[in-house]
């Protein structure tokens, strides 16, 4: 499977997940489709140097998007598809924070 370090890809910085961070302690995290939760929790774990209590997965779809592109007089109609990705929710215990903004962790 993969290394630790590679499961967590980016945070998820939002104003929903700015919210919950502040209320309830959660935090969202893009991670690797293959990664399961016993994964994401020692990666959060060990990279941050916090305690997870609970960890919620959601498999996102990618969407569907046309694109007119009009050269030479001729209307060209393409699609794609952005790539499917997984989302992580990250509950931690009581007392601990993960400062995005500053680098650092407050335990």
């Given amino acids: ?9 980016r945070p998820i910085l ?10 309830q302690n959660k935090y969202g995290f893009q991670v690797k489709q293959e ?5 994401i929790r020692q990666a959060v774990e060990e990279k941050f140097g916090v305690k997870v209590k609970k960890v ?4 996102q779809k990618g969407k569907v998007k046309e694109m007119t ?6 209307t060209i109609r393409t699609k794609g598809k952005r790539s499917d ?3 992580a929710i990250v509950t931690l215990k009581e007392g601990d924070k993960i400062d ?3 680098g650092e962790t407050a335990v």
């Fill in 1 to 9: 499977m993969s290394t630790k370090q590679n499961i967590i890809i």
């Fill in 14 to 23: 939002t104003e929903k997940i700015n919210s919950l961070g502040e209320t």
């Fill in 35 to 39: 990664a399961n939760k016993i994964e």
């Fill in 56 to 59: 919620a997965t959601m498999n």
């Fill in 69 to 74: 592109v009009r050269s030479g007089g001729r």
């Fill in 85 to 87: 990705w997984k989302k």
């Fill in 100 to 102: 995005f903004y500053q």
